[in-house]
T-cell receptor, first 115, second 115 residues
Framework: DQQVKQNSPSLSVQEGRISILNCDYT??????FLWYKKYPAEGPTFLIS???IKDKNEDGRFTVFLNKSAKHLSLHIVPSQPGDSAVYFC??????????????WGLGTSLAVNP | GAVVSQHPSRVICKSGTSVKIECRSL??????MFWYRQFPKQSLMLMAT?????????EQGVEKDKFLINHASLTLSTLTVTSAHPEDSSFYIC???????????FGPGTRLTVT
């Protein structure tokens, strides 16, 4: 049962335009959401996060929007650059049975930014 | 800041042998470390969570006697794959977290191939 869903496995965008990556979740106990960027054969790199009590967080070209009632979040990248081409993972944070915080991951969306 | 290293980056071993993977936080103290594995075209799968000085908490379906985790210091955790089989071949990634926040910082990963 996939609690964090990224329904688009891939996305292609022209350089300079906006990239919008979407993520849906099912568990209302998630209280923090994160976006990571990953290149092949490397570990993920943290990009941006948002607390469940907020609806927007912005950091440079990256903005994350959270719609709690719809259990949906999105990552906007504007303007998109070729170096943004990577796999983007959405992750949701929750306390597990051992009272540890753990991340539940989506399957990722592969973004290609074309020059 | 928040750099995590992993060693080795790539290892090939014979079936039946054991392999140890090291994960180090280089510039912060990691109170919690996580071990993930990733199969091709799949998401990150959390294997276990370890807090410094205590036993690791394993996710359902992960054999604790096969995947031995030691988190003896605030900067080092090790994962030992015992009696490795070809089906253990995967990309293993560690992450580390300081404090109780949600952000995890990832190592570059270890590609394990069991022949």
């Amino acid at each position: 049962d996939q609690q964090v869903k990224q329904n688009s496995p891939s996305l292609s965008v022209q350089e300079g335009r906006i990239s919008i990556l979407n993520c849906d979740y099912t568990n209302s106990m998630f209280d923090y959401f994160l976006w990571y960027k990953k290149y092949p054969a490397e570990g993920p790199t943290f990009l941006i996060s948002i607390s469940s009590i907020k609806d927007k967080n912005e950091d440079g070209r990256f903005t994350v929007f959270l719609n709690k009632s719809a259990k949906h979040l999105s990552l906007h990248i504007v303007p998109s650059q070729p170096g943004d081409s990577a796999v983007y993972f959405c992750a949701a944070s929750i306390l597990n049975a051992g009272n540890n915080r753990k991340l539940i991951w989506g399957l990722g969306t592969s973004l290609a930014v074309n020059p | 800041g928040a750099v995590v290293s992993q060693h080795p980056s790539r290892v090939i071993c014979k079936s039946g042998t054991s392999v140890k993977i090291e994960c180090r936080s280089l510039d912060f103290q990691a109170t919690t470390m996580f071990w993930y594995r990733q199969f091709p075209k799949q998401s990150l799968m959390l294997m276990a969570t370890s807090n410094e000085g205590s036993k690791a908490t394993y996710e359902q379906g992960v054999e604790k006697d096969k995947f031995l985790i030691n988190h003896a210091s605030l900067t080092l955790s090790t994962l030992t794959v015992t009696s490795a089989h070809p089906e253990d071949s995967s990309f293993y990634i560690c992450s580390a977290r300081g404090g109780t926040g949600s952000e995890q910082y990832f190592g570059p990963g270890t590609r394990l191939t069991v022949t």
